[in-house]
């Protein structure tokens, strides 16, 4: 507060002003030095009528004397309900200055997204993601910021702006770190409440500094406000009963100090008395009274003026209060003078109110049912100069219930504009006021329905009401029934409803005969009892899921909804990945998602393609998943997305790129989905899957402390939620206690995890990877019990039949075997491993091999290829040993020959079994004392009850014949006769894929 100051210095409403004028100019100066420098955001804070409009009004004045461009808008108590109002006023000076071609090159791809919620662009066809469509107001906003700094915006009365304009605020005022923007925010305390309340409080935290509170004025700048109004003879006792009458209210002493003035009053001690009562008549009941007093006509025009709320002009205002022009443009004078409406100078004949308090005072004084019937009267209006029925709805909602089965059909159709541009929150206030109405019994089960969808995600548990009493009714058959099932099914699940979701469907389907609906539904169960495995899930759910799939062959998307769904379930239990691959290959069209089952498909959701891509990353098929996930992304950042499905998009291409061992590309996705996830809430699913993840690649990387850090921040711990995580999130947990040194609760942790897998039947090992890290972890502790995990890890590792499970099964075997023998086994994990697309395990068996068997060469090999993955940890173990020598000096042993011959590949179109090699690992080759077999010659080697396999040693003539012996502890010896290597295409693929042998000892006969 400072000192009272000279009327010269201000308009009255900025009397005690100084230090909050000071505070504008500050900013506005930092704003126009420097076109790099940092946005910043004000927030003004003051009750109605402390002067914030007069301290708005005065920064435009400031910033546009510096060469500022000043963007202005303002909230409205009647207009809270209309979505995107304020956003869109703030955006009026550019884009009227910018024509549709201008327009769209501004916005770029963001116009078709922000576009239809500016007004500049008609909707498409599919609801828009709110989330996405506040991204592109930011995306917009920021393009147009940079052509016209410096930029100001300003937003009066932002506790009435609507809740759409709010969340837009609040992400862009987060977002000012690299835009040289001001934004300066003006509400009063208290107004706002729920997720408004949450937003405003948002855009305060970004400012960084704060809040400006304004106070009321003190009896000293009563008394100079009052005589710079009055006169110098006003007297001290009359200044000090208008400070006590008006409460320093600066609006309110204004007001009563014109009323003075008007009314020729003495300002003196003796007239001190007839102040109360002027007072009274500014506001409340006396305002009433004294519009009143200016006859029927003119309060009709000031009741019509308070039901528009804004865009007021005198042609609008005449037909809506059924006033003859001449008697309008009357009034509108009347109303003028009276200082209750004023120019707003947008529009020649445009008006407002003096201030919001009037225009409540007016709009409260209407009677309750000509209120109604008033609001009634503007839709109509509205809809008759064709801005449509979401223009109309604020208007529709207020109108009072009389069965009238137009305005039902009009609200819905103002629901379903809502929805295509983002508004979902608006689309349910539409749909809630037409079931007041009520609907005709026919349609009232669709509306039910319309509002469940519309409340799907943000009221769940409302969801569930609206869509069993829908079914309830008649109304919803065929179809429309299914739809409304198996949406109450999605509420369901998202409430935590588990097993009634599942119930639920089996039910419906039970209900319909063989058919496209009933295999639809049956889909649908599927799909929640594998993404929420537990106690719903029936002890033969995936015999029966399996033996229904058999009979599919992908003719229709139900039929491809139940092989991906057994696709999925088989990789979780660690079938053959050859038979899931197979499945997952009939699911697609000409290798794609087929119509209807695509990213923004809502009739069967993103479970099911997320399923898909998920049984080919973990069945070593990632190129297949990693163009799933890619086109994810590509899809929801296209179609304006950003919400959940981006968060989980970009999880899921991280989880890509960490199975293909790029850890630097995986944490920049991760984290990406973790900021996203953080908009959308934690707990949710998406947020566990990009939490999970990122600790998982951040220990790839050998960032423990900043795994630790990650999981100790996002809450990365038990209770784990009832959703499959990919991967297995105790598994991960596991290996980050044991990786900080929590060795105990590590072990838990993984023991844990092998309880969870048993009672889901989960047992892919490289999807839930528990026994691998335990078995380490009890190498020294409890020897037999690893050696019998590291035992059950090969045997499930060789079912599934993948290299990456295979060489990790193997890896895990060497690292609790010494001397020869854990030199032979490392020797095969580097081997299948090579093969493997998963190049960060490649990395690590490498490092692991060449320390066991002393080699310099491997370890400079699995040094480079832990650079190129960015895994920092194991490059700088692998350094380490190189620079030390620990662990290279000794006696040398005798590995397997030639374990850098070039990389393994499996044609899978000839070569559709070969599990012939996984079993001599699983045997174990007797090693040779005799040098490595020529390479000289081809073999294909086969027994009875085996697979054949081929054995390439060379390119010297092809026409030589050989026979060898191959022995197998525990195994008969195996004879086989070479072919040359031209017979056939077949045969070079197979020769390929066989130089796994040579890691074996192969004795010539």
């Not at 884009?95 to 500049?120: C, T």
């Not at 309110?252 to 008395?273: C, Q, Y």
């Not at 691998?772 to 502790?781: G, K, N, P």
């Amino acid at each position: 507060m400072t000192e009272v100051r000279p009327i010269a210095a201000a308009p009255a409403s900025l009397w005690e002003r100084d230090e909050e004028l000071a505070a504008v100019e500050r900013v506005i100066d930092s704003l126009c030095a420097d076109r790099a420098s940092s946005g910043s955001v004000l927030v003004i804070r003051g009750e109605a009528g402390f002067g914030k409009t007069a301290l708005l009004a005065e920064t435009r004045r400031i910033a546009e004397a510096r060469g500022c461009t000043v963007w202005s808008a303002r909230g409205g108590e009647t207009l809270r309900s209309v979505p995107f109002n304020v956003v869109r006023q703030l955006l009026q000076p550019a884009l009227l200055s910018l024509m549709p071609e201008e327009a769209r090159e501004y916005l770029g791809d963001w116009y078709d997204i922000a576009g239809p919620a500016l007004g500049i662009a008609d909707p498409g066809e599919r609801q828009a993601d709110p989330q996405g469509v506040c991204d592109g107001l930011v995306a917009a906003v920021r393009r147009l910021a940079r052509r016209d700094w410096p930029l100001v915006l300003m937003v009066d009365d932002a506790h009435w702006a609507d809740q759409e304009t709010l969340r837009w605020l609040a992400a862009f005022a987060e977002r000012l770190d690299d835009l040289s923007v001001l934004v300066v925010v003006a509400r009063r305390p208290g107004e706002a409440d729920g997720e408004r309340a949450r937003l405003l409080e948002t855009v305060a935290g970004a400012a960084g500094r704060p809040v400006t509170s304004l106070s009321a004025l003190t009896p000293e700048a009563t008394a100079g406000l009052t005589r710079a109004t009055l006169g110098e003879h006003a007297d001290s006792p009359f200044c000090r009963e208008v400070w006590a009458v008006t409460g320093g209210n600066p609006y309110e002493t204004v007001e009563l100090l014109a009323k003075v003035r008007d009314s020729d009053i003495e300002p003196s001690e003796g007239s001190a008395n007839e102040l109360r009562e002027l007072n009274r008549s500014a506001r409340g009941g006396g305002l009433v009274a004294r519009l009143e007093e200016l006859g029927i006509d003119a309060t009709r025009f000031a009741w019509a003026a308070a039901i528009l709320g804004t865009d007021i002009s005198v042609g609008l205002v005449a037909r809506l209060a059924t006033l003859k022009p001449d008697q309008a443009a009357l009034c509108a004078e009347l109303l003028r003078n009276a200082r209750i409406l004023t120019d707003s100078g947008a529009e020649d004949d445009e008006l407002e109110f003096v201030h919001p308090l009037i225009a409540t005072a007016v709009y409260e004084s209407i009677p309750d049912a000509l209120r109604k019937a008033m609001h009634g009267i503007a839709a109509q209006l509205v809809t008759d100069s064709g801005l449509g029925a979401a223009a109309a709805s604020r208007h529709l909602l207020q109108v009072h219930p009389d069965d009238d089965e137009e305005l039902v059909e009009q609200l819905r159709e103002a629901a379903r504009e809502h929805l295509l541009v983002g508004a979902p929150d608006a689309a349910r206030r539409c749909l809630e006021r037409a079931l007041l109405e009520p609907p005709p019994p026919e349609v009232h089960a669709r509306v039910l329905f319309e509002l469940g969808c519309a409340t799907l995600l943000t009221a769940p548990a409302k969801t569930i009401g609206h869509l069993q009493t829908a079914l309830a009714m008649p109304g919803l058959e065929g179809s429309a029934r299914v739809d409304a099932v198996v949406r109450l099914s999605q509420a369901l699940m998202h409430n935590n409803q588990l097993e009634e979701a599942v119930r639920t469907v089996e039910a419906e389907a039970a209900r319909h005969d063989e058919g496209t609906a009933r295999l639809r539904l049956q889909a649908v169960q599927y799909t929640w009892e594998g993404l929420y495995p537990g106690e719903a899930t029936s002890p033969a759910r995936s015999e029966r899921l399996a033996a229904l799939a058999a009979t599919c062959t992908g003719r229709d998307n139900s039929e491809r909804a139940l092989l991906i769904l057994r696709g999925f379930d088989a990789m979780a239990h660690g079938e053959s990945a050859e038979e899931i691959a197979e499945v997952c290959d009939r699911a697609l069209v000409n290798g794609r998602l087929a119509p209807g089952l695509g990213w923004t498909d809502t009739e069967w959701g993103l479970e099911l393609p997320l399923m898909l891509a998920s049984a080919y990353a973990f069945t070593d098929r990632l190129d297949r998943a990693e163009a799933l996930y890619t086109d994810a992304l590509r899809t929801y950042e296209s179609a304006g997305w950003s919400g959940g499905h981006l968060a989980l998009a970009h999880a899921y291409v991280g989880l890509g790129h960490r199975r293909r061992g790029r850890l630097r590309e995986a944490e920049t996705s991760l984290r990406e989905s973790l900021r996203l996830a953080e908009r959308v809430g934690r707990g949710l699913p998406l947020y566990w899957s990009a939490t999970c993840n990122l600790v998982d690649t951040l220990l790839a990387r050998g960032h423990v402390e900043e795994a630790w850090a990650i999981a100790e921040q996002y809450g990365f711990a038990p209770p784990y939620p009832s959703t499959i995580v990919l991967p297995d999130p105790r598994s991960v947990r596991g290996r980050l206690l044991l990786a900080v040194g929590r060795t105990k609760d590590g072990i838990n942790e993984l023991e844990a995890a092998e309880k969870a897998a048993a009672v889901r039947g989960h047992h892919n090992p490289v999807l839930v990877p528990w026994a691998v890290d335990l078995a380490r972890a009890l190498a020294v502790e409890d020897p037999v019990r690893a050696a019998q995990l590291a035992t059950e890890v090969r045997r499930h590792a060789e079912r599934l039949g993948t290299d990456t499970a295979i060489g990790e099964a193997l890896r895990c075997a060497a690292a609790l075997e010494t001397g020869q023998r854990a030199v032979r086994l490392a020797a095969q994990a580097v081997a299948y491993l090579e093969a493997s697309p998963c190049q960060y395990e490649h990395a690590a068996a490498r490092v692991e091999y060449g320390i066991a068997a002393r080699s310099v060469a491997e370890l400079n090999r699995g040094l480079a290829l832990a650079r190129s993955c960015g895994a920092d940890g194991l490059a700088a173990q692998a350094r380490e040993v190189l620079e030390t020598g620990r662990g290279l000096r000794g006696p040398a042993f005798s590995p397997p020959q030639d374990t850098s011959s070039r990389s393994v590949t499996a044609d899978r179109r000839f070569c559709t079994s070969l599990s012939y090699v996984p079993s001599c690992a699983r045997a174990g080759f007797v090693p040779s004392k005799k040098p490595p077999v020529p390479r000289s010659w081809v073999a294909r080697a086969s027994t009875p009850g085996a697979p054949s396999a081929t054995v390439d040693h060379g390119a010297t003539p092809p026409s030589r014949t050989m026979a060898v012996s191959m022995k197998v502890a525990g195994c008969r010896t195996l004879t086989a006769t070479s072919v040359p290597a031209n017979s056939s295409a077949r045969a070079k693929v197979w020769a390929a894929r066989a130089n796994l042998a040579r890691r074996y000892a192969v004795k010539p006969l």
